[in-house]
């Protein structure tokens, strides 16, 4: 009699195990829905002969200094995290005609900004009047940030 009442508090508690995981399971794929890939892209729209240095940043990946031509692009992936918290900033310089360089950093991705905006690919052109985004709407490019940067955004480091 006692074994077979633990048997059946073990199939039992087996049962409700199994009832929790597949529970949980299924809040994991409603939530991987805005576990979604993006990617970004830095267009260098300078001018013809001049070079855009970068360095990206999270909170997580330090992607380094890359040096992007003029009409070249750089791009990278990431996924965005469950609470939409995903931030990469990036420092960019280039050298003005005549020498002086131009500077700033810039808060490149914000989730809670930019998941509807760009949706999964958020395109930048660097221009030297600024840094513009790629409108999906209109297919343009819409002035976003000023040289040197005026964004300060959370977690900006100078
Ligand atoms: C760079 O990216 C921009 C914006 O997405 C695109 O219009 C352009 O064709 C790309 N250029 C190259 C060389 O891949």
């Excluded at 048997?7 to 195990?17: D, K, R, T, V």
Aim: aromatic share 18%; with cysteine.
């Amino acid at each position: 009699m006692g074994t077979q009442f633990r048997w059946s508090f073990f199939m039992y508690a087996a049962a409700m195990a199994l009832i929790v995981l597949s529970l949980s399971h299924s809040s994991m794929v409603v939530s991987g829905a805005y576990y979604k890939k993006i990617q970004v892209v830095l267009y260098n729209m300078l001018e013809p002969g001049k070079n855009l240095h970068v360095h990206c940043k999270s909170k997580d990946d330090d992607l380094g200094d890359h040096v992007i031509g003029y009409y070249q692009n750089y791009t990278w992936s990431f996924h965005d995290n469950l609470f939409s918290s995903t931030l990469f900033w990036c420092r960019m310089d280039w050298t003005r005609t005549g020498g002086s360089t131009v500077s700033g950093s810039f808060e490149i991705y914000h989730a809670k900004r930019d998941l509807y905006r760009c949706s999964s690919f958020c395109a930048w052109g660097i221009r030297e009047d600024g840094l513009f985004v790629f409108n999906r709407d209109t297919g343009e490019w819409d002035y976003f940030f000023g040289w040197p940067s005026n964004s300060k955004g959370a977690g900006m480091k100078p």
